[in-house]
């Protein structure tokens, strides 16, 4: 008799807690971005100018980037779920302060504590979802917390611009408010503490150290460049594109948001299957000649959503491939630092990125910004993956 050998099912994917850590990661970023592009209009329509507005999205990104850096000592202390409890309620609180005055300092310091929930959601969701993938599916659970992480920006974004113009920006603060708080309910459901219990604590790592090792910074450098072209391509085409920012700047940005998330999502499943880091150069590669592409898009729509289309899929393939790397190479323990710098990496370069692109288009023109942005990209892709003898 003839015994056929069965393969094992693949594991599970989404558990109980992996579905609350996303809801309470989709809640947070979906309350963070419903006033992100509210919060400066509101300013600007009270009176306070053009760099109240400006200085209100420095402080909120300046303040999420510090967070960062200490999220993974108090998850060390803390456990993650009284963290993200906390950081969720840094979103929900805040927000119902600006139902009573749209002074300045009070924006400010608004935005000071919101960042700092911002934080909290990256590191903290990260960090757990990624314990509680299976390792056999790391990759492609990877891929599915980044398209439950992208969505809101997606959908939030251009509706609190749209409740704000019907029923004011004091709903939108409210819904904001009300959003963070439904992912409070969620956190409700998690266990206490740290989920993976065979998890080494000796194996965790501060950002000190972490931000030492060669094995975490050279994905985190060519993630950033990646980043830094994110930010570019976010606040410069709609003003680069013909047309200025009517409909063909609105399906180009759309048509990148929907690349970068299938590509995250399919980078998880080749990840899983042939190693993430030899899909890091090429994914970097395809985004920087994306924006390369860019450099001719005063010749028409289809030079732009070409354009869109690599660079959105080449960003999504290195954010997967680049987080996947960094924790394939620490123990669980230290997940919370590893997260901490792919995010640090994120923020800083979509931030440095859009000034800088700023500073170089306003001398000598768009074409030659997105030149040299594309030239940035492969120097620290260069830079991220050379091996010191």
């Known amino acids: 008799m003839t015994t056929i050998a069965l393969a094992p099912s693949a594991p599970r994917l989404v558990s109980r807690p992996l579905a609350l850590v996303m809801l309470a990661d989709f809640a947070g970023l979906f309350g963070f971005y419903l006033l ?34 200490a999220i993974p000592r108090l998850v060390s202390r803390y456990g993650f779920r009284a963290v993200l409890a906390a950081g969720l309620a840094l979103l929900a609180l805040p927000a119902l302060a600006l139902l009573a005055s749209a002074a300045l300092p009070v924006v400010v310091a608004v935005c000071v504590l919101r960042g700092l929930g911002l934080a909290v959601i990256f590191v903290v969701c990260g960090a757990w979802g990624a314990e509680l993938i299976p390792a056999e599916r790391r990759g492609e659970g990877l891929g599915v917390l980044g398209v439950v992480a992208g969505l809101p920006a997606v959908v939030a974004t251009p509706l609190g611009v749209w409740l704000m113009a019907r029923w004011g920006a004091e709903a939108v603060f409210a819904l904001g408010a009300l959003a963070a708080f439904a992912g409070l309910v969620a956190v409700i459901g998690l266990p206490a503490g740290r989920t993976d219990a065979s998890g080494d604590p000796a194996g965790d790592i501060g950002m000190g150290a972490g931000l030492r090792s060669p094995a975490l910074i050279r994905p985190a450098i060519v993630f950033t460049g990646t980043a830094m072209a994110a930010g570019i391509v976010v606040t410069f085409v709609p003003a680069a594109v013909p047309g200025g920012a009517g409909g063909l700047a609105a399906v180009a940005l759309l048509t990148q948001a929907g690349a970068t998330t299938v590509a995250r999502w399919w980078a998880g499943r080749f990840g899983d299957r042939h190693g993430a880091a030899r899909l890091l150069v090429p994914g970097a590669l395809v985004a920087a000649a994306g924006i390369l ?5 005063g010749g ?16 999504g393939i290195v954010q997967n491939a680049s987080l996947a790397m960094m924790y394939s190479r620490v123990s669980t323990a230290a997940y919370g630092t590893a997260t901490a710098i792919w995010s640090v990496a994120y923020d800083t370069g979509y931030g440095l990125g859009a000034l800088g692109f700023g500073v170089v288009a306003g001398a000598a023109g768009y074409p030659i910004g997105f030149a040299l942005t594309a030239a940035v990209m492969v120097a620290l892709t260069l830079a991220g993956t050379r091996r010191r003898g």
């Not at 592409?293 to 898009?297: F, P």
């Not at 070409?306 to 899929?313: D, H, I, R, S, T």
């Open 36 to 69: 992100l592009s509210v919060v400066p209009a509101h300013l600007t329509a009270a009176g306070a100018g053009g760099f109240a507005a400006g200085l209100a999205t420095g402080v909120l990104m300046l303040s999420s980037v510090a967070g960062e850096f």
């Open 293 to 297: 592409t860019l450099v001719l898009a």
């Open 300 to 315: 028409g729509p289809l030079a732009v959503l070409a354009g869109m289309v690599a660079f959105g899929a080449g960003f």
